[in-house]
Nanobody
Framework: QVQLVESGGGLVQAGGSLRLSCAAS????????IAWFRRAPGKEREGVSS???????YYVDSVKGRFTISRDNAKNMVYLQMNSLKPEDTAVYYC?????????????????WGHGTQVTVSS
């Protein structure tokens, strides 16, 4: 089991950048795939990006070329670098951990979730 805490959200103008961090506790962090999800106002939560335990990365089409996910297993950290932000990226962003996953955005496959961090992109 891992516990997750997100940070790095905030208010940014369109075209700007933010880097979200997901800090994990637990000695088995490196075994987990980590995904970023987001819930925009009035919408269902959706997957954004994920990174497998071996470092393979995945992105949904709407963020490809703008967002970059990475992990530092030595620090138990996962990052989401978000560039060229758009107002439609406004959402609460969550990181989630699951084992034996690669590229999945099925929420039921993720056993551990953070509480989220708000990202607001103004036009």
């Amino acid at each position: 089991q891992v516990q997750l805490v997100e940070s790095g959200g905030g208010l940014v103008q369109a075209g700007g950048s933010l880097r979200l961090s997901c800090a994990a506790s637990g000695r088995t962090f490196s075994r987990y795939a980590i995904a970023w999800f987001r819930r925009a106002p009035g919408k269902e939560r959706e997957g954004v990006s994920s990174i497998s335990s071996s470092g393979y990365t995945y992105y949904v089409d709407s963020v490809k070329g703008r967002f970059t996910i990475s992990r530092d297993n030595a620090k138990n950290m996962v990052y989401l670098q978000m560039n060229s932000l758009k107002p439609e990226d406004t959402a609460v962003y969550y990181c989630a951990a699951g084992q034996y996953l690669s590229g999945s955005y099925n929420e039921r496959e993720y056993s551990n979730w953070g509480h989220g961090t708000q990202v607001t992109v103004s036009s």
